[in-house]
């Protein structure tokens, strides 16, 4: 099993960029899609980003695609969220997730998640 930890969230500005790290153990970790879902309080769960276990292909949501950009490394067990023009309306806590099927994230029903980070935009 992969079990994600995430890092990189902070306080930005609306317009400003923020990348998300998240480090997966387990040797299997290629075996695995990957993707990041976001909570805002006192909203349910979203799914944002997801990437298959090569890394060739990626699926966004509609409310981040052209914004954000999901890019994984097989060899380091990393995967990583670009964010651009961020808008008070990205505020959440952003979750890491790995399942060994894409589709399992984006309905948001993975098989593991880690702690969460959170990002602030302000406006």
């Known amino acids: 099993q992969v079990q994600p930890v995430e890092s990189g969230g902070g306080l930005v500005q609306a317009g400003d960029s923020l990348r998300l790290s998240c480090a997966a153990s387990?040797?299997?970790?290629?075996?695995?899609?990957m993707g990041w879902f976001r909570q805002a309080p006192g909203k349910e769960r979203e799914f944002v980003a997801g990437?298959?276990?090569?890394?060739?292909?990626?699926y966004y949501a509609d409310s981040v695609r052209g914004r954000f950009t999901i890019s994984r490394d097989n060899d380091k067990n990393m995967v990583y969220l670009q964010m651009s023009s961020l808008k008070p309306e990205d505020t959440a806590v952003y979750y890491c997730?790995?399942?060994?099927?894409?589709?399992?994230?984006?309905?948001?029903?993975?098989?593991?998640w880690g702690q969460g980070t959170q990002v602030t935009v302000s406006s």
């Open positions: 997730a790995a399942d060994q099927k894409l589709h399992n994230i984006v309905v948001l029903k993975p098989e593991s």
């Open positions: 990437i298959i276990r090569s890394g060739s292909s990626a």
């Open positions: 387990g040797r299997t970790f290629s075996s695995y899609a």
